[in-house]
């Protein structure tokens, strides 16, 4: 897909597209972050993260996916030798948005495999590093394809660790847990109910809470009142189309 020619000069904009809801609800995950570092997975996380850096989270700290701290063009700034990320990690100075193959209501996430996993039906990425990121740093999930496979009822198997298992594994496992966000091409979701199940945060434009529903595999909370994620700045739209996407890989991960 070519990316769209910019409007002529006094033409209105083009019409803001599901991919950048997405984008902006991404950013939108590191508000009020701080001095962490931001470590997303997939293009939208990403262009996500950059957009988040450049506007209202000054502070975060980008990095090249190995050994690098890069700036707002990509260069390398620093060098973040492992031993240094680990640390980070393991203090909750991290946070990290990962995928989800799948996800059950508490938030435990699987990537490893599909089925029993003794004789699975479908071998994943395995486990990877994801224990160690739920039960250590801020974790949010970003799934493009919001549907009832990858919502599920119980996950095939625990990878990121969610609410109910971290609770009962007691304080050590409870003392930088915690999943802020998850974002679907569909809306956004958190954890802010008494019992720490997925709630209903807010509907991208165009979705509704029905279409939703029947996308996920299990009873989701939904507010009496939804919100719709957040309309992007008239400056963002030009940062995420002309500086940090002008390729368009956000609308190859979310077609509107």
Same mark, same amino acid.
């Given at each position: 897909m070519s990316?769209?020619?910019?409007p002529a000069p006094g033409a209105p904009a083009a019409a803001v597209t599901r991919a950048e809801y997405c984008v902006i609800a991404c950013a939108e995950t590191w508000r009020d972050n701080g001095e962490v570092l931001a470590s997303p997975m997939g293009p939208i996380p990403s262009i996500g993260a950059r957009l988040a850096k450049r506007t209202f989270s000054p502070d975060l700290l980008l990095t090249d996916g190995e050994a690098m701290l890069v700036g707002l063009d990509g260069t390398p700034e620093g060098w973040l030798p492992y031993r240094q990320h680990l640390t980070m990690v393991t203090g909750g100075r991290r946070h990290v948005m990962m995928g989800a193959s799948q996800l059950d209501r508490f938030g435990n996430q699987n990537i490893s495999c599909v089925g029993d996993w003794s004789r699975p039906t479908r071998q994943l990425l395995g486990v990877r590093g994801a224990p160690v990121n739920t039960l250590n740093n801020p974790t949010s999930y970003w799934v493009p394809r919001h549907s009832p496979r990858v919502?599920?009822? &119980? +996950?095939?198997?625990?990878? $990121? *660790?969610?609410?109910?298992?971290?609770a009962a594994a007691g304080p050590s496992a409870t003392r930088f847990h915690r999943i802020? &966000? +998850?974002?679907?091409?569909? $809306? *956004?979701?958190?954890?802010?109910?008494?019992?720490?199940?997925?709630?209903?945060?807010?509907?991208?434009?165009?979705?509704? +809470?029905?279409?939703?529903?029947e996308a996920t595999g299990f009873g989701l909370s939904v507010p009496d009142e939804v919100t719709r994620t957040r309309e992007p700045t008239p400056e963002e739209l030009r940062l995420i189309r002309e500086v940090i996407d002008p390729g368009g890989a956000r609308d190859r991960e979310v077609r509107s």
């Open positions: 990316p769209a020619s910019p919502f599920v009822e &119980r +996950v095939d198997m625990v990878c $990121g *660790v969610g609410y109910d298992r971290a802020p &966000r +998850v974002v679907s091409d569909l $809306g *956004v979701f958190d954890f802010a109910t008494a019992d720490h199940s997925m709630r209903l945060a807010s509907l991208h434009p165009g979705v509704t +809470v029905e279409q939703v529903r």
